[in-house]
């Protein structure tokens, strides 16, 4: 997945991305982020939440790996698709936007927050929301392009949203950070695009 426009026009983010979906009859690549396979292998099944699921190839991946889901995009279309590829049984699909709308606190085994670009917000009240979703012992997974890949265009600046190290330095003693880094991509970048490496945010709630 890529780096999702920021709502610079008169539009809003769910219009920008119902357009784009229902632009083609495919967004992305139906394969799983690979951040989110690797980190993510392991790990007990439980309840998991995919913000910003997209056509839901994260969503698949971990329902087919034994989690129960809880996928959550602005697109209607996007989920659409998605719902009509689930054979699992194990996801359920649901329109909101995070930003605005906040998911159950201390509910989810994992929160995984794939190039979402969650944006900066006074006391950081949708980011502490999406915090509070994770369940004590539950993971916390932060992907997004590494912000020497990114360059401020029409409608987008990178220094508007949360990267997964400003989320690190805002988690307090009630979490431990595993991973916090930047790294090669394993997989091919998005088509259009020259990203070549992820950073990386892995963060287990204590209590």
Not at 14 to 35: D, L, M, T
Request: glycine letters at 8%; aromatic letters at 6%.
């Amino acid at each position: 997945m890529t780096q999702r426009p920021g709502p610079a026009s008169q539009k809003t983010v769910a219009q920008i991305w119902e357009e784009r979906y229902r632009s083609s009859e495919q967004v992305f690549s139906g394969e799983p982020n690979s951040v989110l396979v690797t980190e993510v292998t392991g790990l007990a099944p439980g309840q998991a939440l995919d913000v910003g699921c997209g056509e839901g190839a994260d969503a698949l991946w971990l329902a087919r790996h034994g989690w129960h889901v809880t996928a959550v995009d602005v697109s209607l279309t996007a989920l659409q698709r998605a719902a009509a590829a689930d054979v699992t049984g194990r996801v359920a699909w649901a329109r909101a936007d995070l930003t605005t709308t906040p998911p159950p606190a201390r509910s989810f085994d994992l929160v995984s927050v794939q190039y979402f670009p969650l944006p900066h917000q006074p006391g950081h009240t949708a980011l502490r929301s999406l915090l509070a979703a994770v369940a004590p012992g539950g993971t916390l997974l932060v992907v997004s392009h590494d912000p020497a890949d990114l360059a401020p265009r029409p409608g987008f600046d990178p220094g508007d949203y949360y990267q997964p190290d400003d989320i690190a330095r805002l988690l307090d003693q009630d979490w431990t950070v595993l991973i916090n880094e930047s790294r090669p991509r394993n997989a091919p970048a998005p088509a259009g695009t020259h990203h070549t490496r992820d950073t990386i945010l892995r963060a287990r709630r204590l209590r």
